[in-house]
């Protein structure tokens, strides 16, 4: 048996890859394997070319590959464009032999589509071959069907074609591709995509308030929110543009909710005045910035790491805010979690930087342990605790002579004091001033913040060995690949390590930076053209890496782009 | 009296129709019988939007053009909270023109007052949303060429349920149309002709004086398609008061439609109220296989 194995599934949008994906995913799940699914699909609602990549693995937390052992085509183009990605010993499952790109060591079986099913169940004819080829209960499968169509009128004929594919397939591949289960028993796990656990972290960590405008590859985000709202008590609100929808984030903010603003960097784009906003009115806001290729509209459906500059300088004039980037679907929901509480403690925008891949993709993770996470933000209580706390006399929102420059925080309408709120310099009642000491007063209280930030920085997690030759560097959503590198060197016998940022700013480099000095070679890996964290970092902490890898071409970091990186720079030895 | 000026000196010019606004805001605060606690202030940029600072109450003072969205999410959250909106025209139809259709359009229950002086004062004379045509301006030395913005016919058009035009030579009546928009369960706007000193020598306060004429006791403002007629007369005569009012009954606010989708009778408010976590511990139990 196989310890880990990639299958792509390729075809039109419209076909039902998801759907297909999500149903073995749901089966693999329930008989114990550990995977990672990563989809790539073209800006369009019906046609062009879509994939769903399946990687069964033994490892719970991995990233996405190039590679494939396994494709599937539900059309021509798949056969062309996938099939150079299998490995040696791979298998394409052909949907017209003669257009498929052969490979030395790959097998192709043209699959008799159109005697398995209509085109409408053509997606169930591939669930039924990959049921078959991986070894997996064709009754769990059934069920599978079963529960899902019920709700949709009718699995007759998906699973009339289910059970066809499945049994043309068994003679020629049945078992052949099978991988050991990697967690035994049914534990019972958690598939979502890192957009699903962000919304659900977000609610947990007591996100009450969204406003947003539909961006791919945030709009999963609000979409939850949405269909959260009434049972949760949530109000989840479509502006008519991102400016509108990080304006209302903050009045909600001042009115007393906990606003989440999901978006992407075209939209983020729009909302940076609104970010600015948010650092003089010291008004709490989480915007989630799910990351794609740019400049411009780019590649709408694809992943990049290439909006830390934008979020970093986003706003004009100087204010202190925090960026977080979470690493895995898991870290999705305790990172916005943690962006609410540090939005509403820190008084001020709070970054979540995800991107593409991340919010896409799905595992089979422990559920969460929602009542162990920590105490929601409940703007209320921030309003009683400060009241208690007020000195006598007038109550002043921006009362400068606090020592970390988080002022008392009221809300209007549950006290007689009235809370004024100022975009223009302010004295600390809140209103407007233009007298110069008052400025550099307001600005020394603001910016202490930053240090309040900086003290409560998330350290990175270090991987590997003590005593490392070469330390691998990653943020956010590269994580999965840079345990994947990780492991690969240390097949090869290599001393390595692996630095993994949560946080991007501000930073604390304290507890790490002396690790990277004392590295022999130290090697920053991003999702961007420009190497932007290596810039922020040596910038932040006067440390210049020895190289930077990138990846711009629309798809994850993978392990394999980045020891092929290692390897044909500098030597892998 | 409940509600009182602060003692900071505005930053008007002397003779700006600003200040008889604000007489007129502070009368209709006084005569709704609202308690200062219970209301808040949210402007924009300009002359007109620096108005809270200079009366005695909640505010909100964000950025030019977006008060709008800001107000509609200070209302979601505090539905209690009475809101209302202050900046010039330019906050509101110009730079929030976007917004100004899309808050209409959700019929939030917000008080909104435009002080329409027809230019653009704080940034010295160049030709505003609502500049006559052929008028010459600093920016507009061949005269203003674009049509002018009809705030009430848009508003109107957009499914705004109050639409009302005040004279800020007209204190009294200014005030009792603010009244009603902060008693109208709705998106209520009140278009203030508001002449500016300064910058403006043709939308005067003796040509406002001259043309605004109160709308007859007998006129009827539920009936829409006049109230199209009204609001679009903009010549010798501009009609001033309560041009349109849709009964409130046939036209819930936002903030009522959710609570009535929830099956509530009035909306929650969303401070002190954590989305409940025993809800989405079921809602993810959905997603474990």
Known sequence: MRDSLTIVIGGEAGQGLATAGELASRLLTRTGYNFITYQGYHSRIRGGHNTYALKICQSPLTGPEDQADMVISLDENTDAIDAPRLRPGGLLLAFNEKAAVKANGVSVLEVPFGELGSAREINMIALGLMVSALGLPLAGATDEVNQLFEKKGGSEKPLAALKAAYYWAEPKIGGKYQVSPAVPGHPGRLVITGNDALALGAAAGGVNFCSFYPMSPATTVAVNLTNWAAEAGLVVEQAEDEIAAVNMALGASYGGAVPLVPTSGGGFALMTEGVSLSGMLETPVVLVVAQRPGPATGLPTRTEQADLNLVLYAGHGEFPRAILAPGSIGDCGLLAAKAARLAEDSQGPVFVLTDQYLADCTSPIKPFDLHGFETPVNPLETHRRHEAELKPGAYNRYDHRVRDGRSPKLLPGFSDHLVKLDSDEHTPDGHITEDLDWRVKMQDKRMKKLHWLRERTIAPAYHGDEQADLILVGWGSSLGAGLDTLAELKREGRKAGFLHFNQLYPLDPSDWLPRLEKAGRVVFFEGNYDGQFAQLVRRECCFQPHMVITRYDGLPLTASYILERLEANHGVQ | ?289
Request: hydrophobic share 40%; with cysteine.
């Open chain 2, 1 to 289: 009296m409940e509600f009182n000026k602060t003692p900071i000196e505005p930053a008007w010019c002397p003779g700006c129709g600003n200040f008889a606004v604000r007489e007129a805001v502070l009368k209709a605060l006084n005569d709704s019988g609202l308690k200062k606690r219970d209301v808040a202030w949210v402007s924009g940029i300009g002359q007109a939007a620096k108005a809270p600072h200079y009366i005695e109450t909640n505010f909100f003072n964000g950025l030019h053009g977006r008060s709008l969205p800001a107000a509609t999410g200070l209302k979601l959250a505090n539905p209690e909270l009475n809101v209302v909106v202050e900046s010039g025209e330019g906050c509101h139809y110009g730079e929030g023109g976007n917004h100004f259709i899309a808050a209409i359009r959700r019929n939030i229950n917000l008080t909104v007052l435009v002080h329409d002086n027809q230019i653009y004062g704080l940034t010295k004379g160049q030709a505003s949303p609502t500049t006559d045509l052929g008028q010459s301006t600093k920016s507009t030395p061949l005269g203003v060429l674009n049509e002018p913005f009809h705030p009430l016919s848009i508003a109107i058009s957009a499914g705004c349920g109050f639409a009302a035009r005040g004279f800020s030579g007209e204190i009294a009546h200014l005030a009792a149309l603010i009244v009603e928009a902060i008693r109208y369960p709705g998106f209520a706007l009140v278009d203030i002709l508001s002449p500016c000193i300064s910058f403006n020598k043709k939308a005067t306060f003796a040509s406002y004086k001259e043309r605004a004429k109160k709308l007859p006791e007998s006129y009827d403002p539920s009936n829409r398609e006049a109230a199209m007629v009204q609001a679009a007369k903009w010549d010798d005569e501009i009609p001033i008061g309560l041009i349109y009012r849709r009964d409130p009954e046939d036209h819930p606010s936002l903030e009522m439609k959710i609570a009535h989708a929830r099956g509530l009778d009035k909306p929650e408010v969303l401070a002190g109220h954590p989305p409940a976590r025993d809800r989405l511990e079921a809602i993810m139990k959905q997603f474990v296989y």
